[in-house]
């Protein structure tokens, strides 16, 4: 075969194309590395410069060059006592002192007590922490200054008995306590008053009460309310008899005793 067979035959065959670009890679470039000792010795001179900077310091100055007020200055320091060193302060406890009061007040309390019973300091302080023992009032009637259970009507005394009808208020004759108090079949109120423990007051008639059983009874303060009709009033000695030796002074309002 021939070459012009060959070609005619190439011209015949549908031929596909396509163009290929070829790039070269860049290259990179390498950074100059500088070597490790002369970033060191870089650093180090570095400080040196900023530190020789800052620690300029100027000259002392020499012995001719100095005043006679620094020099005198100098001197009088030297002379000057050292300050002595300050004591320790100690601070007190206010309570730690009153802790130490009570304990020795107790210890006192307790000696006294236990080696003079009969001391001035131990019957002091008994007479201070044991409580008192109630006082028993025990007057004989006589000394007493009754006065009248009523402000007005007319009161009458017959065989020790005391009557007046008079309506207000009822009072008692002396100050003493309510140790009775009971009512009639006629709803009337009978007081019985302990003035001392030979000495008491049986008023009976009253037709309204102002106290109750056990209260403390004043002469200015009234028991109770009479509407009028007639009311008794008895005294009673230590004995418990009936006490007939009495009068009353309109005058004064008064009880008077006949001893």
């Known amino acids: 075969m021939n070459e012009e067979t060959i070609y005619s035959e190439m011209l015949e065959i549908p031929v596909n194309t396509c163009s290929i670009t070829y790039t070269a890679p860049k290259r990179k470039r390498k950074k100059r590395e500088t070597p490790k000792e002369d970033v060191k010795e870089l650093a180090i001179e570095k400080v040196n410069r900023d530190l020789a900077e800052e620690r300029v310091e100027p000259a002392p100055e020499t012995a ?30 206010v309570i730690g002192v009153q ?31 044991t409580p008192q023992a109630e006082q028993v009032d025990t007057r004989e009637f006589n000394s007493f200054t009754p006065a009248l259970p ?16 008079a309506k207000g208020s009822v009072y008692s004759p002396c100050d003493g306590e309510i140790t009775a108090l009971t009512t009639d ?41 009479s509407l009028g009709d007639n009311i008794e009033l008895c005294f009673y000695g230590a004995d418990g008899e009936m006490i007939t030796s009495y009068t009353v002074d309109n005058e004064t309002d008064q009880i008077v005793w006949e001893v």
């Open 64 to 93: 001719a060059e100095q005043t006679p007020e620094a020099v005198a200055a100098e001197e009088a320091a030297e002379e000057m006592p050292a300050a002595p060193a300050k004591k320790r302060k100690f601070k007190v406890s």
């Open 99 to 129: 802790l130490a009061v009570v304990v020795a007040l107790l210890g006192v309390i307790v000696l006294s007590n236990f080696f003079m019973p009969n001391s001035g300091l131990a019957v002091f302080l008994n007479s201070i922490f």
């Open 150 to 165: 009523t402000m007005d009507g007319d009161v009458a005394v017959n065989g020790g008995v005391m009557s007046f009808a």
């Open 185 to 225: 079949e006629n709803g009337k109120y009978t007081f019985e008053i302990t003035h001392s423990t030979k000495f008491k007051t049986v008023i009976s008639g009253i037709d309204y009460a102002y106290q109750e059983l056990g209260s403390q009874v004043y002469g200015k303060i009234p028991l109770g309310y």
